[in-house]
């Protein structure tokens, strides 16, 4: 099992419409979890980062930590062309030091 | 404030040759992460470097050495290349003990092994 999986994608949406992009993570003891975007030929950017559960939101991003169902969530509101990207998930493990384990990225296509 | 920055952008090397690929963290990160990520794939923890000193190290073989300066920069050392090294290399810079230590990636460096 890996320790942090991602559909791999298209994720295919209309423009406005509201992209939800998932993450699954194996480690339980995990505290920190990040979503990063990363266009094409470019490095991951980061845009959210979350620890408790719940929702977190910023402007048209919202993520969601649930950690008893080990499952983190970006939802993307009024999608714009210039959001498609691929979106990493990140997830710092439990423990020792500022290692990030990504999964392979979601990548989202938003179509007008 | 300053991002992170890499040199070289681009970097084309033949199988057995050496490189040195090098960061210079954000302002004020004393932290610095190096990734590689293959084509396709998410990055993949190479080392992390704290007060000059190795912190951490991931999967990866023994020729894959690095460096931390006084500064806060440091240097990614990759000894006899192969062909599967070819990857964009990141460096992500952090600041431990801040509560959310979040990590900020550098433009990154791309190796072609021929």
């Known amino acids: 099992q890996k320790e942090v999986e991602q559909n791999s994608g298209p994720l295919s949406v209309p423009e406005g419409a509201i992209a939800s992009l998932n993450c699954t993570y194996s480690?339980?003891?995990?505290?920190?979890f990040f979503w990063y975007r990363q266009y094409s030929g470019k490095s991951p950017e980061l845009i959210m980062s979350i620890y408790s559960n719940g929702d977190k939101e910023d402007g048209r991003f919202t993520a969601q930590l649930n950690k008893a169902s080990q499952y983190v969530s970006l939802l993307i509101r009024d999608s714009q062309p210039s959001d498609s990207a691929t979106y990493l998930c990140?997830?710092?493990?439990?423990?020792?030091?500022?290692?990030?384990?990504f999964g392979a990225g979601t990548r989202l296509a938003v179509h007008p | 404030e300053t991002g992170v920055t890499q040199s070289p952008t681009h970097l084309i090397k033949t199988r057995g040759q050496q490189v040195t690929l090098r960061c210079s963290s954000q302002s004020g990160h004393n932290t610095v992460s190096w990734y590689q990520q293959a084509l396709g794939q998410g990055p993949q923890f190479i080392f992390q470097y704290y007060r000059e000193e190795e912190n951490g190290r991931g999967n990866f073989p023994p020729r894959f050495s690095g460096l931390q300066f006084p500064n806060y920069s440091s240097e990614l050392n990759v000894n006899a290349l192969e062909l599967d090294d070819s990857a964009l290399y990141l460096c992500a810079s952090s600041f431990p003990g801040t509560w959310n230590n979040e990590q900020f990636f550098g433009p990154g460096t791309r190796l072609t092994v021929l």
């Open positions: 990140a997830v710092r493990l439990s423990g020792g030091y500022n290692k990030l384990i």
């Open positions: 480690d339980r003891g995990s505290q920190s």
